[in-house]
């Protein structure tokens, strides 16, 4: 990765970082319309013309398109937000959908079980009571599955 290409990447995560904390402070507030309208500008805005394609593929090609690591967790992050909206709003099928696809995408994002970054440890065990394991990608639950052995949880 070029140092262009790793400083866009972190301007890109701390304008994701501002964004969802704005996000979460609206959807605290109870103004979950706009929360969630700034959850859809800001995953336009970091994710472009791919934001809607994204929506359409299962969470494996989603992670794919995204190929890198920060951006699979970036999308990851806002679904999760997303999902709180949803549940905060009563929408409870919608917010255990973006749960799901949210922990898939965290999953998918790493490449061993040994390797992950503390945010993402604690998305994933925030995350998996919500999930029914056996909804997830079979990669996904692999991981989870990979996670748990080293942790000795079987």
């Known amino acids: 990765m070029s140092i262009q290409e790793r400083d866009f990447l972190m301007r890109m995560i701390q304008q994701l970082a501002d964004a ?3 996000i979460a402070g609206l959807r605290g507030a109870g103004r979950t319309p706009e929360a ?3 959850l859809q500008q800001t995953t336009d ?3 472009g013309p791919m934001a809607r394609m994204l929506e359409q ?3 494996a090609s989603a992670a794919m398109l995204l190929a890198s690591p920060q951006k699979i967790r970036a ?3 806002l679904l999760d937000e997303r999902a709180r909206i949803h549940a905060a709003q009563g929408e409870n099928a919608r917010a255990r959908a973006d749960e799901r696809r949210a922990l898939d995408l965290f999953l998918l ?3 061993a079980p040994a390797e992950i970054p503390d945010d993402v440890r604690a998305a994933i065990d925030a995350l998996s009571p919500k999930v029914d394991p056996a909804r997830l990608d079979p990669r996904a639950r692999a991981m989870l599955e990979s996670i748990a052995a080293a942790a ?3």
């Open 75 to 77: 999308y990851a992050s």
């Open 36 to 38: 969630l309208l700034l």
């Open 20 to 22: 969802l904390a704005r």
């Open 152 to 154: 000795g949880n079987p």
């Open 109 to 111: 994002s790493l490449r």
């Open 57 to 59: 593929v299962d969470s």
């Open 45 to 47: 805005g970091v994710f």
